[in-house]
């Protein structure tokens, strides 16, 4: 009976290791397809910009008279692989633990206005109603790292807008105190398709594009909201979501600030 009772024992602590290894298994099988996955729309993602580079040089020796037309569209081709270079090159720092913030006095007023001012021209260009509301005063100066501060608002407006088809997006900004500190609040709504319920807490994991389809119509690789939620813990705060399918999302962003009432004329003063 003893003998039988630690044979049973065994078997269970057996047993509770196999579910474990499948677990595990299970777990770097997903690890595994997300890899694939990221490679396969990666390889895309690096590809157009290429294609669109070469295309119009190509375009513009052809025709030397419209060669200023055809540069213009390789400059802006350029620049999209340019921004998929960095979201690569910063994700990388961020998993070793290398990014650093670099924290300046700048005018937040100009920066948040400037990058509103930039996006309202892409949801114009796709028919979308764009309203940018300032809930507070906001500071002329603050400390913060004002590279990374924009970076996340510029990822969220440019999400709403690219996986929104028709309506609106909309950003509201204003400082709040919470635990004695100010905190930067961006809130960006949108009307647009929206992120199943199970796939809410997914978005912000690297590699992460809730749908495959989706990313063929919208484009993308699933780091810029992986990078934006390193960034947002990296300044101290924190990002977070809520969504309908069918009906659109809303992504808040914390962030604690230091407001700076006169900035020294020593001091490093930089406007984004
Ligand atoms: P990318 O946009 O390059 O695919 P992100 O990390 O920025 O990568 O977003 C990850 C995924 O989250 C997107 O592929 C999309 O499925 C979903 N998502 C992000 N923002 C929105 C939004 N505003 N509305 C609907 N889905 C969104």
């Not at 910009?49 to 037309?69: C, Q, S, T, V, W």
């Not at 603050?142 to 501060?149: A, E, G, L, M, Q």
């Amino acid at each position: 009976l003893p003998m039988e009772r630690s044979l049973r024992a065994n078997i269970e602590k057996l047993e509770l290791a196999l579910i474990k290894a499948k677990r595990a298994e299970s777990m770097a099988n997903y690890a595994n397809q997300a890899k694939s996955e990221f490679l396969a729309s990666m390889s895309h993602e690096l590809r157009t910009p290429m294609n669109g580079i070469f295309g119009m040089i190509e375009l513009a020796l052809d025709k030397p008279k419209r060669a200023p037309y055809f540069l213009q569209k390789a400059k802006g081709a350029g620049n999209q692989l340019l921004v998929l270079i960095n979201d690569l090159l910063d994700l990388s720092k961020i998993e070793s633990g290398k990014l650093a913030i670099d924290k300046v006095t700048f005018n937040l007023l100009q920066l948040i206005d400037d990058i509103a001012a930039v996006q309202e021209v892409h949801a114009r260009n796709k028919q979308l109603k764009f309203t940018y509301n300032r809930l507070t005063a906001l500071p002329d100066f603050i400390n913060s790292d004002p590279v990374r501060v924009g970076q996340i608002l510029n990822n969220l407006l440019s999400n709403a807008i690219k996986f929104t088809r028709h309506g609106e997006v909309t950003l509201e900004v204003g400082i709040f105190i919470k635990e004695q500190t100010h905190h930067l609040q961006f809130t960006v709504k949108d009307t647009g398709i929206g992120i199943e319920h199970t796939k809410l807490k997914k978005v912000f994991e690297r590699f992460t594009q809730s749908d495959q389809s989706s990313h063929r119509e919208f484009g993308g690789t699933g780091l810029g909201l992986a990078i934006s939620k390193q960034l947002c813990e990296l300044l101290g705060g924190d990002i977070s979501v809520s969504s309908k399918v069918g009906k659109g999302s809303e992504f808040v962003a914390v962030l604690p600030i230091e407001i700076v009432k006169t900035p020294v004329a020593s001091e490093k003063v930089k406007r984004a």
